[in-house]
Each structure stands twice: as C-alpha cells, then as structure tokens.
C-alpha cells in the first residue's frame, strides 16, 4: 500500500478503502474484511484497522453491525468518472459498452451484445421463413 509522504498508517487504511468505495468496488452493503483480515492484508496493526474503522465509521461511510463486522453505508457520493481506473486497467469499460449498445447502427453486425437490431431480426425471420418453406 502507497502512501503520500505525510500520510500515516490508519490514513493509508482509510484511504485505501475510501477509494475502493469511491471506484464502486466497495458498493452500499458490502461487507468489509475483518479488523484481522484487514491488518494482515495492509501490513499495519489491528488497533490501526480499528482506528481507520472508527473514523470511516464516524464520517457515515461505515457502519458497525455488533457481532457481524463492518459494512458500506449507503447511499454513496455521486461517481466520479475521473476516479475510475484507466480504460486499460479494466478489461471491460462499461461506460463505453453503454454508449456502443445506444449507438445508432442499424447495418452493422454487433454479436454478442446480447440482442438483435430490427434490421437483423427481419432478415434472419425472412430466411428462416424461405428455409421452412423450402423442406
């Protein structure tokens, strides 16, 4: 885990989950490693995770559950596109998948997007119509 010069140990762990909730890995509900799972992971001490748990807990981004640990508070703060990784840290960016499955493409073939254009429905119903009547 990187951390800005200044920063300390439970500012990396607040920080460090901050951002997975900010980028949508972390999403309203989902459940936060243990206070032991999170240290062992960050290579701080539990009673560092617990601070970072307290604080995020304090400002509303987590809430405690007695008993069954921490978890994401919803709702959260509006995305930001500027905070998602690059295009080539992901393998799929769904931002253009959305905007290719609206695009206005009525001859060009598109497989796998999940539905057929009318243009391409009508022509498979017409050959598998003269397919029909040809046996």
């Not at 243990?34 to 560092?48: C, D, K, L, N, Q």
């Not at 997007?113 to 119903?125: A, I, K, N």
Request: charged share 25%.
């Amino acid at each position: 885990m990187a951390s800005a010069p200044d920063e300390t140990r439970t500012g990396m762990v607040v920080r460090a989950i901050r951002d997975r909730i900010d980028s949508r890995a972390l999403t309203p509900g989902a459940r936060l490693p243990s206070i032991r799972a999170m240290a062992e992971t960050s290579g701080v001490a539990r009673s560092t995770v617990v601070e970072a748990y307290d604080r995020l807990a304090a400002e509303g981004a987590i809430r405690s559950r007695p008993g069954s640990g921490f978890y994401v508070a919803a709702p959260l703060a509006p995305l930001a596109l500027d905070r998602l990784a690059s295009t080539k840290e992901r393998e799929v960016d769904p931002l253009w998948m959305l905007r290719q499955s609206l695009g206005e493409r009525r001859h060009e073939l598109m497989p796998g997007c999940g539905w057929l254009s009318d243009h391409t429905r009508s022509g498979l119903t017409h050959s598998l119509g003269r397919a029909r009547r040809s046996n």
